[in-house]
């Protein structure tokens, strides 16, 4: 039986984005309960940082570089994750890049591109090189980063909501074929989180946007953001990864296919 606390002990998690804030509060979250960890990123510099972070929870952990949006380098990767642990059983698809803020007819489709890559292509590749493997083994629990962007559609970030709302399908339709291999799938949407660098950069982008939906001065953006929450408040990340945890645990055990907003009440 696990030890109190440890529900994860036995078990593999592979957390994409671990070099990034919420995937690194995420994997540090299940080494507490337990889990060895397999920690990938495109950044060798922030994996080396995550891996020691974690490593201090007395877990096995393994850090890999990858490019998700690079399938063969996915699939790769996860073949040597499986041969290092044995076996993967729970996937924090995590990884994304959030993208510029402008009006639909002034965005830079390059930069589109980039968005629907990562967060669409990259959350397809993962997913499916991971699912296989748990197929074979008939278990499985997946969760991954939506966005409330993928639920309401924000104003200037056309790239960002709409690979957030595939992301969302993506997660639905997943739950239902993998449904029969005992596979749940379910994702999380986080709203406004901070504070630092995630918070701050929307709270300035969206004011250089310089559309009718906020002031052109950060200090009122913030604001108007704050209030639009019935809350009051922005997220902290550290609100996060007790419900990737709850997802992936048994506590959950009949969910699938669901979209939890973490959101401070917008809907």
Request: glycine residues 10%; negative net charge.
């Amino acid at each position: 039986m696990p030890q109190d606390g440890r529900k994860f002990d036995g078990k593999t998690a592979l957390v994409t984005g671990a070099g990034g804030n919420i995937g690194l509060a995420t994997a540090l979250r299940l080494a507490n309960e337990g889990a060895a960890l397999a920690l990938v990123d495109i950044s060798p510099e922030k994996l080396s940082q995550a891996k020691a972070a974690c490593s201090a929870s007395g877990v096995p952990v393994e850090a890999y570089d990858c490019d998700i949006t690079d399938r063969d380098a996915v699939a790769a990767t996860v073949d040597r994750i499986v041969s290092a642990f044995g076996a993967i059983d729970l996937l924090f698809n995590n990884a994304g890049f959030q993208g510029a803020f402008k009006p639909i007819h002034e965005y830079p489709e390059e930069d589109f591109e980039a968005v629907i890559r990562i967060n669409v292509f990259g959350a397809f590749h993962m997913l499916r090189a991971v699912s296989r493997h748990m197929v074979k083994r008939r278990f499985g629990r997946i969760v991954n980063t939506a966005s409330m962007a993928g639920v309401q559609g924000p104003p200037n970030m056309v790239a960002y909501g709409t690979s957030k709302f595939g992301v969302v399908g993506l997660t639905q339709i997943a739950s239902k074929d993998l449904a029969p291999y005992n596979i749940r799938v379910n994702a999380i949407s986080p709203a406004f989180m901070g504070p630092g660098y995630m918070w701050d950069r929307q709270v300035e982008l969206q004011a250089e946007a310089g559309t009718q939906y906020f002031s052109s001065n950060p200090e009122e953006v913030a604001k108007q953001m704050i209030e639009s929450v019935p809350m009051r408040r922005y997220g902290d990340i550290s609100e996060i990864p007790g419900v990737v945890s709850f997802l992936m645990s048994d506590d959950s055990s009949y969910m699938t296919g669901v979209n939890v907003p973490i959101s401070g009440g917008i809907l």
